[in-house]
């Protein structure tokens, strides 16, 4: 009878529960400790970067003192030294605005491109080959830029100085083109040109949808409905983007070291030789540098580092703020 | 109700669909017209060079063309179709340099490849003699060495710090992540410096390839860790409880069932940050040094490595000297095109799952 055996077993003691130990086994606090020591490693790596640059270049800095952020001149071995990265900082932030207005233009296009006018089987190719231009190592973009890129442009720079030489960054004093300003911000400008690529592209192709398929649906054309739409919710993006790109262009070092003749004016002409760069300086003294030369070097490393680390901080607290998205569908 | 209009008071609707004859062979004719128009130009002016002929037909081709537009549909067509042809033009223009870097390297460096290049130093090169004596193998050797060891150091922690990133809610997480984009920041050349810094100057341990590997290794880091958080976040959530509800521990569950499932997106990771650190230049500078002769103790003395090979070399006013350092650079390229085809190989393959 089926009511007896259910009360047969109603009746029987319950088995003891298992017992559970809630919370972390000691392999988890293991565990859990060792990735936490992974990501402090991520910390502790950028403060020895600092600290370390800081201990090397004091020598420098002491003889310098604030006279190395307005000195001209690279003389650290001289008696008595005289070096500072006025000059320095002014062509490295010359070249990097060269780079962004070749590379910003191409990239913001590349990426309306790709996300509103290539079909998928050709727009996929062209992300990947865009992957691919930012893995071309520097020296190899440098070494283009020396051999193939600099006879090339002889003719063009010739042209801008004859012709819009009045603009004063297209006058040149003497005609003799070459290992310019224009040249390495150029080359810099294909450098960064994927990464901005990829982040604007990724920002604009947050944009809303639905908000788009509206402005098409009320009879604006494509071009329309990236104006109206697209560009407004991607401005702060491309913003963002563009100073991603300008804080690699700024710590760009082979190929400006290859391209640039070194001197420590500061001029407006970028077509004429010359011009400066603090990565670029770094990189052709410090084989033959002396101890005082290392030092000196060490410090403008150092000025390199925090700027580089304060528009990268910038410009990445600006992308992520705009991908979280405001305008919703 | 509805009040029936007049047909003739509706206006005619914006035809949507165009023939082929307008879609290819009207724009086609604009610009052989305007080509034409502008060799006569060029044949007449002072005006000369190839480059500028091209210049000016795109140039005239994008107003002609937007004019042709206007005639027939109005300015809002015209608009979308200059900003077409200028969009379509950028997206042209980011394959180009491509093609053009690595058309032109492997022009420059194509015969100094030879089996000499893999087999002999620059030990016993002198100024006078021909590129085809001498190599980089000893550069070889030093770049195997020190990308090997760099990729060794960086991607355990690189995997760790992503596991911790996407397991922990806690506040390091927070600090990490906006640590990982400022050092993905970092120039290479400070890289070297922080190495040489501490390791070379502080330490007195000297030149070596491990002090190369080290600045390597703060470069590839911040690439492993944040691809191989994406990656992990991609694992589905349920693969996760499942195994927690089955009762592994949290450990277990990431060893076993996380990172497995993430593998191919892992090893994207690392080739994908290994090709980003196999063609650096200038951290090595003040790390390896360089050398010519063949070190095969990544602990100890001098190395040299492609990149380096190529860049002194290159810096060299000899000829036959440049001629190698080409012959480096088309190694180097080919070498980093191989490893980032890999890294997408592998990231494809995953992508389709077993």
């Known amino acids: 009878m089926p009511e007896v055996d259910l009360l047969l077993e109603a009746a029987r003691p319950l088995p003891e529960p298992r017992q559970i130990t809630p919370g972390l086994t000691t392999g988890d606090r293991v565990f859990r400790f060792l990735a936490a020591a992974a990501a402090a490693g991520v910390l502790v790596i950028l403060g020895l970067v600092a600290l370390f640059l800081v201990l090397e270049a004091q020598p420098a800095l002491k003889v310098a003192g604030f006279k190395f952020f307005t000195t001209f001149e690279w003389n650290p071995d001289g008696t008595p030294a005289h070096f500072g990265i006025a000059a320095l900082i002014y062509g490295t932030a010359m070249i990097a ?68 030489g009045f603009i004063p960054f297209f006058h040149t004093s003497r005609p003799v083109f070459g290992s310019s300003m224009f040249i390495a911000g150029i080359v810099v400008g294909l450098m960064v040109l994927p990464i901005v690529a990829s982040v604007t592209r990724e920002v604009l192709s947050q944009a809303p949808r639905g908000v788009c398929e509206a402005a098409l649906a009320l009879g604006s054309s494509r071009w329309g409905m990236i104006r109206s739409v697209i560009l407004p919710f991607g401005r702060s993006g491309i913003v963002g983007a563009a100073m991603l790109g300008l804080g690699r262009a700024l710590g760009e070092t082979i190929a400006i070291a ?36 290392r030092h000196a070097l060490v410090a403008a490393g150092l000025a390199l580092f925090v700027i580089t680390l304060i528009v990268n901080t910038l410009a990445r607290i600006i992308v992520n703020r705009t991908s979280k998205g405001k305008m919703e569908d | ?141 030093g770049t195997i060495e020190q990308v090997g060891l760099a990729a060794l150091l960086a991607t355990p922690l690189g995997l760790m710090t992503a596991v911790h990133l996407t397991q922990s809610r806690g506040r390091l997480a927070q600090v990490t992540r906006v640590l990982v984009d400022a050092m993905s920041g970092i120039p290479s050349i400070v890289a070297g410096l922080f190495i040489y810094t501490m390791w070379v100057v502080r330490f007195h341990e000297g030149f070596s390839g491990l002090a190369a590997a080290m600045a390597l290794s703060v470069l590839m880091l911040p690439t492993v860790a944040r691809t191989a958080e994406e990656v992990i976040k991609l694992v589905p959530n349920g693969l996760r409880e499942s195994s927690l509800a089955l009762g592994a521990p949290e450990w277990k569950t990431t060893l076993r069932i996380i990172l497995p499932a993430a593998r191919s997106g892992l090893v994207t990771a690392t080739v994908l940050g290994v090709s980003r650190i196999a063609g650096e230049t200038a951290p090595l500078l003040m790390t390896a040094f ?26 060299n006013a000899i000829p036959s000297q440049i001629a190698r350092g080409w012959a480096g650079a088309l190694v180097l390229i080919m070498l980093v095109l191989a490893l980032f085809t890999l890294a997408r190989a592998v990231a494809a393959r995953g992508r389709k799952g077993p």
């Open chain 1, 97 to 164: 605005v060269i780079a962004l207005v070749v590379a910003l233009p191409i990239a913001i296009g590349s990426a309306l491109f790709v996300n509103e006018y290539a079909p998928a089987r050709l727009g996929r190719p062209l992300v990947a080959l865009l992957d691919l231009l930012a893995a071309v190592p520097s020296l190899i973009y440098g070494m283009w830029g020396l051999y193939y890129l600099q006879p090339h442009l002889q003719g063009t720079s010739r042209w801008l100085t004859d012709h819009v």
């Open chain 1, 258 to 293: 290859l391209i640039l003749a070194f001197n420590f004016k500061i001029t407006t002409q970028i077509l004429a030789p010359g011009g400066g760069s603090v990565a670029g300086l770094i990189a052709n003294n410090f084989g033959e540098a002396g101890d005082a030369q």
């Open chain 2, 1 to 141: 109700m509805a009040a029936t209009l007049p047909a003739a008071a509706l206006p005619q609707p914006r035809k949507l669909r165009r023939s082929f004859r307008e879609a290819v062979e009207r724009p086609l004719l604009t610009a052989t017209a305007v080509g034409v128009a502008m060799a006569l130009i060029f044949a007449v002016t002072p005006l000369s060079g190839l480059p500028g002929w091209a210049l000016c037909t795109y140039v005239g081709f994008v107003v002609a063309d937007a004019f042709d537009c206007y005639r027939t549909d109005g300015p809002v067509v015209a608009k979308d179709r200059i900003a077409t042809i200028l969009v379509s033009t950028a997206g042209v223009c980011t394959v180009v340099p491509l093609i053009l870097i690595v058309a032109y390297v492997v022009s420059k460096g194509l015969h100094g490849v030879t089996k000499a290049f893999f087999t002999e130093t620059l030990e016993k090169v002198g100024p006078n003699d021909p590129a085809t004596v001498g190599g980089g193998k000893h550069a070889i050797i």
């Open chain 2, 290 to 315: 360089g050398s010519d002769s063949v070190n095969t103790n990544p602990w100890h003395g001098a190395q040299s490595a492609l990149p380096l090979f190529a860049f002194q070399r290159v810096r």
